[in-house]
C-alpha cells in the first residue's frame, strides 16, 4: 500500500486578516507589504509543490477529502460557537478569539482542513493506505472547543480522532504534538480521557505562556495520559531525538495505541520565525522513522501526519519532503540545501548535556 497524501486548493485560500506577523495593524504597527501572518499559504503551497516538482508525489496516493460535517465538528466544538463562527463568515469573516482572523468563506475552508485529517486518519484505519499526510490548513491544535487561538479555528486533530473513535475505528488513540509550540486545545479537549494520550513536544512558554508545565498530567481518568515535554530554547536535533528515546517511545510502549497522529509541525526548524529550537530536516527524518517504529511495533504501521505550524517559506518543504521520503520509503531524495551550514550551529555537547538533565527530569516525573 501507497503512502496517502490529503490536500485541498481551498485550504490555501484561507485568509490571515490585518495584521502584521502576530499583531493587528494599527497604531505605531505599520501593514506589511506582503501583509497577513506568519500563518500563510506559501509554506504549505511549496512542500506541494516540492513534491510535485521532485516526483514524490507520483509515488504517493494524493486525493483530496470531503469537509467535516456539522454534526462531526459537534464532537468537539459547542453548537452556539459553530453558529457563531459560521455567522461571521457568511458575512464576509471575522475573529472570534485570539490571534485567529479568517475571510470570507472561512467556516468552508475550515472544515475541508479538518476534513482532510479525518480523511487521512480513515485511510489508514480502514486499510486504504499504508500511512498518511493531511496538508492541513489552517492548523487545529490550539483551538479550544470555544476559543480559537494561534491561528487555530477547529481542532483538526481531535475533530478527526472522536469521529474514528466514534466510528469504531479506533478505540487508543496517541496523539504526538512536535509543533514548536504547546498543543494546549489538543490537551484540554482530551484532559480527562484514558483513551487518548497525549504528548506535546514544544518550547517552554513560547506560545502558550502559560500552558504545557510537565506536571500537567491529565484530570480524573484521564490522568497520566497527558504528557508535556517543555524544552529549553536551543534544544537542538540531539535533544529532539532524546527527548523521543527516553520519554516518547517508552510511553508508546506503555500506551499500546491502535494509531499513531502526530501534530505535525515544522516550526522548531533552525530558521523559523517563531522559535529557536535548532532542528534540521533530517530531525523531522528521524522522529519520523521513530515512529514509524513504534508505528508497526504497536499499531500495524498505522501512523498520520497532520500539518500544523511552520513558518519558513523557504525551509518546510524541505523538512516536509524528509517527513515524506522516510513514510513512503521512497528512494527519491531532496538533499536540505543547506544541511552543512546547519548541522555546524548545532549546540555543542555541553549544552546537550544540559538539555539531556532537563529531560530525564521530566522523564523522571511523567513516566510510571
Known amino acids: 500500500m501507497a503512502t496517502g497524501f490529503f490536500w485541498d486548493e481551498g485550504c490555501f485560500w484561507h485568509g490571515?486578516?490585518?495584521?502584521?506577523?502576530?499583531?493587528?495593524?494599527?497604531?505605531?504597527?505599520?501593514?506589511?507589504?506582503?501583509?497577513?501572518?506568519?500563518?500563510?499559504?506559501?509554506?504549505?503551497?511549496?512542500?506541494?509543490?516540492?513534491?510535485?516538482?521532485?516526483?514524490?508525489?507520483?509515488?504517493?496516493?494524493?486525493?483530496?477529502?470531503?469537509?467535516?460535517?456539522?454534526?462531526?465538528?459537534?464532537?468537539?466544538?459547542?453548537?452556539?460557537?459553530?453558529?457563531?463562527?459560521?455567522?461571521?463568515s457568511d458575512n464576509g469573516g471575522g475573529e472570534i478569539g485570539e490571534q485567529a482572523p479568517?475571510?470570507?468563506?472561512?467556516?468552508?475552508i475550515c472544515a475541508q482542513s479538518a476534513g482532510l485529517v479525518r480523511g487521512a486518519l480513515f485511510s489508514v484505519l480502514t486499510g486504504q493506505t499504508a500511512n498518511a499526510y493531511a496538508l492541513s490548513r489552517p492548523p487545529g491544535h490550539h483551538a479550544l472547543p470555544d476559543h480559537p487561538n494561534g491561528f487555530c479555528i477547529l481542532a483538526n486533530v481531535a475533530i478527526a480522532t472522536e469521529c474514528a473513535i466514534a466510528e469504531g475505528l479506533a478505540g487508543r488513540v496517541a496523539i504526538i504534538d512536535w509543533d514548536v509550540h504547546h498543543g494546549n486545545g489538543t490537551e484540554a479537549i482530551f484532559y480527562d480521557r484514558p483513551d487518548v494520550l497525549t504528548?506535546?513536544?514544544?518550547?517552554?512558554?513560547?506560545?502558550?505562556?502559560?500552558?504545557?508545565?510537565?506536571?500537567?498530567?491529565?484530570?480524573?481518568?484521564?490522568?497520566?495520559?497527558?504528557?508535556n515535554i517543555p524544552l529549553p530554547p536551543g534544544t537542538g536535533h540531539h535533544?529532539?531525538?532524546?527527548?523521543f528515546e527516553q520519554i516518547v517511545r517508552p510511553a508508546l510502549d506503555e500506551f499500546r495505541p491502535d494509531v499513531i497522529i502526530v501534530a505535525?509541525?515544522?516550526?522548531?526548524?533552525?530558521?523559523?520565525?517563531?522559535?529557536?529550537?535548532m532542528c534540521t530536516a533530517e530531525t523531522y527524518r528521524l522522529m519520523t522513522r521513530s515512529l514509524m517504529e513504534a508505528a508497526e511495533e504497536h499499531c500495524e504501521g498505522r501512523l498520520v501526519m497532520a500539518h500544523e505550524g511552520g513558518y519558513s517559506e523557504f525551509y518546510v518543504p524541505f523538512c516536509g519532503h524528509a517527513v515524506l521520503e522516510e513514510m513512503s520509503g521512497s528512494q527519491i531524495t531532496v538533499p536540505d540545501p543547506l544541511a552543512e551550514t546547519y548541522d555546524a550551529r548545532q549546540p555543542g555537547p555541553r549544552h546537550d548535556a544540559m538539555v539531556e538533565a532537563e529531560i530525564n527530569d521530566i522523564a523522571a516525573h511523567v513516566l510510571p
Not at 535533544?239 to 527527548?243: E, F, K, P, V
Request: proline share 9%.
Open 16 to 88: 490571515g486578516g490585518h495584521y502584521a506577523f502576530t499583531y493587528p495593524v494599527g497604531g505605531w504597527v505599520q501593514p506589511l507589504v506582503a501583509g497577513g501572518l506568519p500563518e500563510a499559504p506559501e509554506t504549505k503551497r511549496r512542500l506541494k509543490n516540492l513534491i510535485d516538482r521532485s516526483g514524490l508525489s507520483k509515488e504517493l496516493r494524493m486525493s483530496g477529502a470531503d469537509p467535516v460535517t456539522w454534526s462531526e465538528m459537534l464532537h468537539v466544538h459547542p453548537e452556539p460557537f459553530l453558529s457563531e463562527f459560521k455567522r461571521l
Open 102 to 108: 479568517f475571510g470570507p468563506g472561512g467556516f468552508e
Open 239 to 243: 535533544g529532539y531525538l532524546y527527548a
Open 199 to 227: 504528548i506535546s513536544l514544544h518550547q517552554d512558554r513560547n506560545y502558550p505562556e502559560d500552558t504545557g508545565a510537565y506536571t500537567d498530567r491529565g484530570a480524573g481518568p484521564g490522568e497520566g495520559f497527558n504528557i
Open 264 to 277: 505535525c509541525g515544522f516550526d522548531a526548524a533552525i530558521v523559523d520565525p517563531l522559535s529557536r529550537m
